[in-house]
Each structure stands twice: as structure tokens, then as C-alpha cells.
């Protein structure tokens, strides 16, 4: 299990100035790694940000994943701030952050600790 820390509220979303582009491209991104898990989730470490995947050891994106016990759940709602955004299911939260090729994702399977820490199934380092 990893940690992520959120250190960002909704008022970040207001004042950060993004604009539906920036959330629609990491809504999107979010989107086609929920659909790569549902669809077994081999290809969903593709959408991993580095650490992300560097993070699943030795037995990578093979059976026995984490990646292939995340749940499967459509994408709610997205927050983007600068670089960072925040991806909401039913099921879990997923953490996503903007390189220079996209958007990758660098927590899935996020269930909130407290306000501030997230657990992580997948990254979130």
C-alpha cells in the first residue's frame, strides 16, 4: 500500500486558472485507464506515469498486479491544478500528472486516510 498526500483543496480548483482543456485532456487520460483495467490491465501500465510503474517490483504488470486488482469503475469527475489533477470514481480516486507526452497516471486505487493522505493500491509516492 502507498501514500499520497493531497495538499490541495477545492479553492485551488477556482483560482488555478485551468481551463476545461487541461481537465478535459486529464478526464480523458483517467478515462482510458479506467477502460484499460476493466479490460484486464496489461495495457493500463502503459497510461502509468514511471515511478508509478517502477513501483510495481518485479512482478510489473503480470498476474498478481495490483494493477489487475484495482476496481473497475467509470471516471465521476476530474480537478486539475497546473499539472497535478485529481480523477473521482464511484470506486476509487485516481492521481494523474501532466508530462511532456500527456497525462500519466501516478496514483490508482486512492482511498482517502484523512483530508490530507491518500492510501494507493497502484504508485502514489
Known amino acids: ?16 486558472g485551468c481551463s476545461s482543456a487541461d481537465t478535459s485532456s486529464a478526464q480523458e487520460a483517467a478515462q482510458r485507464f479506467e477502460a484499460a483495467v476493466a479490460d484486464g490491465g496489461g495495457t493500463a501500465c502503459a497510461l502509468l506515469a514511471p515511478r508509478a510503474r517502477d513501483g ?12 489487475a ?4 469503475a467509470q471516471v465521476a ?12 470514481s464511484t470506486a476509487d480516486t485516481l492521481f494523474l500528472h501532466e508530462f511532456p507526452d500527456g497525462w500519466r497516471i501516478t496514483g490508482a486505487g486512492c482511498h482517502p486516510r484523512n483530508e490530507q493522505v491518500y492510501d494507493c493500491a497502484v504508485g502514489g509516492r
Do not use: N, Q
Open 1 to 16: 500500500m502507498y501514500k499520497i498526500i493531497a495538499s490541495f483543496g477545492a479553492a485551488a480548483a477556482v483560482l488555478c
Open 56 to 67: 510495481l517490483g518485479p512482478v510489473g504488470c503480470g498476474t498478481g498486479s495490483p494493477v
Open 69 to 72: 486488482t484495482l476496481p473497475r
Open 77 to 88: 469527475s476530474t480537478v486539475v491544478w497546473g499539472d497535478e489533477a485529481e480523477a473521482r
